[in-house]
């Protein structure tokens, strides 16, 4: 996955007639690449990691102020509660990001 | 009022709202049949696609499934999330930038093949139907159930309900009826799991209550479980008997899957901008991660209830639901032993296990186990039905767009006209409304394993196509078709060979490296990323203006609405 991503960078082609936004524009990617990248380990560690991988190890201790084991926790509540802040800190994070390199769509529809 | 009477007005009150929504919103264009006229505002995306995404696996099979099979059932709560996180952050934003109708209009553009965009409209058919068939399946238990009518009467009504809205409304009228179906089914959801949860642990909150205490016993719920578990010979509810590498496999199968799942990418095409489409997955994911962190929780109590309520209990003073269910087949004791008692007992123990219970009707049985009041029950079969239905029309959406849209506007009679092709979508609704229909007749299966399996397909095909078709310029005609199809084949053909050419072979022992065919999808993806990338490199490069539509689809500037693209 990772090397799909940085083949993506190569050849960039200059459609864009500005090359200064060509160059704005390929920020602007690489900014994108690095935050999925970073967002998507956590997205693995919590699923994949906590509540797979390491589970069984995790289940000897219990998730404070309630009676789960912790792998179990992980792969039946914790995980999917992770999913949901990803998904908007990624939409806060985007939306920021879109409005410093000026190619967000505005307010109007 | 009794049970009876109760369901028949619920379901009766919700097929009523169904049909008033469909008329109101009308569609009366092919915009308007395929995106919604695409401008639906981010929230009621959100709500429809958590309806659209939620069938009849998810409200009535998945408690069940996983109320027997404990951790193991993770694989489905994990699965049917996380990939979610991969459609707003690989997926929904780029394909909302590009702004088509269908995914296989996506997959034929960017690789500038009729070719490409053939083998996707046969893969998205191939998808939905695996998928609708499971749904049409739902709607008949029911029916079957609660109305005590024939399931194929059941069936019949399903699709006069889905064939009107869906065939009328298109995408419109699909929408708005699945942003109501949402309401409908979580409410539904809620409701009792909120009543189990006080009576098992006096906690109103079903996810707290899990990691809660057992009232009755003063010990923690899921160790008084785990306990409950050894003394019958299962195995620990907490703990695995897959192996971890198979549990990761089918997960990943999943979640790919979800992410590559026509009739949940299309949604994102319905709303205005970029940064609409990437809120509008996470409204999505909140909605549905409300009846999937219940879910769970059902599960323990339903399993909790059903061991004290029939184990050890002579056959002749069984409560009255047992005996209704067993009329429906669908839970059956045999007196092995012929001592006249239930003994419900796992393979670990010496006892002779006498009691067979279908999964799919934990949910739909749990509150008459519970006791709960009638109009509790008549509530989860509108809800159960509200979650098939709305399912099975975003599927059947997909399936017609594909003929009238891909197939004939944009491959074989591009000269039609936006009525004629409107007709056509409409035509080719109501076929695949009949086509899901006696598959709903003739059903194959358990619900959630037939739609299991939808995923491997499309986690095997699209997926790594619209990844690397965004991610990736190198990315060719050849290396995306052969990918598709290395990839949907490979997995189809260890699907259908453990299951049907030779099911005797069926486990772990015979499994490529341990994987089942659930899991599969998820080796089958890799093959398809591996042959298209080695592909890619070996054929000429993408032409000019394709590798300009990557750049511009990388950048939310200019998204205006859902449009034909041409080039």
């Known amino acids: 996955m990772i090397e799909s991503f940085s083949n993506g960078q190569e050849g960039v082609q200059h459609s864009v007639t500005d090359q200064g936004t060509a160059a704005r524009h390929a920020e602007y990617w690489r900014r994108n690449i690095r935050l999925l990248g970073a967002l998507l380990m956590v997205w693995f560690v ?20 309630s009676n789960f084991p912790l792998g179990f926790w992980f792969a039946q509540q914790g995980a999917i509660y992770v999913f949901v802040i990803l998904i908007f800190v990624y939409v806060k994070l985007m939306n920021d990001l879109d409005q410093e390199f000026d190619v967000d769509e505005g307010e109007g529809a | ?84 996180v991969l459609l707003a952050l690989l997926l929904a934003p780029y394909l909302r930038k590009y702004g088509a109708f269908t995914v296989p209009d996506f997959v034929g553009d960017r690789y500038y093949s009729q070719l490409a965009r053939i083998v996707a409209v046969v893969c998205a058919i191939f998808v ?24 194929n009467v059941g069936v019949g009504i399903g699709m006069a309900i889905v064939f009107f809205y869906a065939v009328l409304g298109g995408m419109k009228g699909i929408t708005y009826t699945q942003v109501a179906q949402y309401c409908v089914l979580i409410f539904a959801f809620m409701v009792p799991a909120i009543f189990l949860s006080l009576m098992i642990t006096g906690t109103p909150i079903p996810q707290f209550g899990l990691g809660g205490v057992d009232q009755a016993s003063g010990m923690p719920l899921l160790e008084r479980l ?18 971890t590498l198979d549990v990761f496999f089918i997960t990943a199968a999943l979640m790919v899957g979800t992410a590559g799942l026509p009739h949940v990418i299309i949604r994102f095409y319905t709303v205005p901008r970029v940064r609409d489409a990437r809120i509008s997955v996470g ?51 045999d007196d092995a032993n012929g001592d006249g008692r239930i003994q419900y007992v796992g393979p670990e123990s010496p006892l002779t296990n006498e009691l067979t219970v279908d999964r799919d009707i934990m949910v739909l049985a749990n509150p008459e186990i519970a006791n709960l009041p009638a109009w509790v029950i008549g509530l989860v079969a509108a809800g159960g039905l509200a979650a098939a239905l709305s399912t099975a029309a975003g599927l059947l959406l997909v399936i017609s767009s594909a003929v009238s849209h891909d197939l004939l506007k944009r491959s074989l009679m591009p000269e039609i006209t936006e009525k004629q092709e409107l007709m056509a979508a409409r035509i080719a609704a109501g076929v695949a409304v009949f086509v899901a229909g006696y598959f709903g007749m003739n059903p194959p299966g358990f619900v959630a394993q037939v739609v299991a399996f939808a995923f491997g397909l499309a986690a095997s095909s699209f997926f790594p196509a619209i990844i690397l078709g965004i991610f990736s310029k190198r990315t060719t005609r050849e290396g995306a078709i052969l990918g598709m199809v290395s990839g949907i084949t490979f997995t189809a053909a260890y699907i259908v060979y453990f299951n049907f050419v030779n099911p005797g072979a069926n486990s772990a022992d015979n499994w490529w490296f341990g994987i089942s065919p659930e899991g599969i999808g998820t080796l089958g993806m890799l093959l398809n990323f591996a042959v298209t990338m080695v592909v890619s490199r070996m054929t000429h490069e993408p032409p000019e203006e394709v590798q300009a539509l990557v750049d511009s689809i990388r950048v939310p500037r200019g998204a205006g609405e859902a449009h034909e693209f041409s080039m």
Not at chain 2, 128 to 150: K, P
Not at chain 2, 297 to 313: G, K, M, P, W, Y
């Open chain 1, 46 to 65: 919590v699923s994949y990691l906590c509540g797979i991988v390491f589970a069984e190890a995790l289940n000897a201790f219990t998730l404070p102020f």
């Open chain 2, 283 to 333: 409204w999505a994911l909140l909605f549905i991660s409300l009846l999937y962190t219940t879910a769970p929780a059902v599960a323990v109590f339903a399993r909790t209830n059903l061991i004290n309520s029939v184990q050890d209990v002579p056959y002749s003073s069984v409560p009255e639901w047992f005996t209704k269910w067993e009329d429906t087949g669908l839970i059956s004791f």
């Open chain 2, 226 to 243: 785990n306990g409950l578990h050894q003394e019958l010979g299962f195995g620990p509810y907490t703990s695995g008997t897959k192996s």
């Open chain 2, 1 to 84: 009022m009794s049970v009876q009477t109760w369901t028949f007005l619920l379901v009766a009150a919700s097929f009523a709202l169904y049909i008033g929504i469909a008329v109101w919103s009308r569609a009366s264009s092919t915009k308007d049949f395929y995106v919604a006229g695409g401008g639906v505002s981010p929230l009621a995306n959100g709500m429809a696609t958590a309806a659209d995404w939620m069938s009849a696996a998810s409200f009535i099979s998945m408690a069940g499934l996983i109320s027997f099979m404990g951790y193991d059932g993770s694989v489905y709560l994990m699965g049917w999330t996380g990939g979610y």
């Open chain 2, 128 to 151: 939905s139907f695996t998928y609708v068939a499971g749904q049409m399946r739902g709607v008949g238990i029911v029916f079957g159930r609660f109305l005590e009518v024939d399931v």
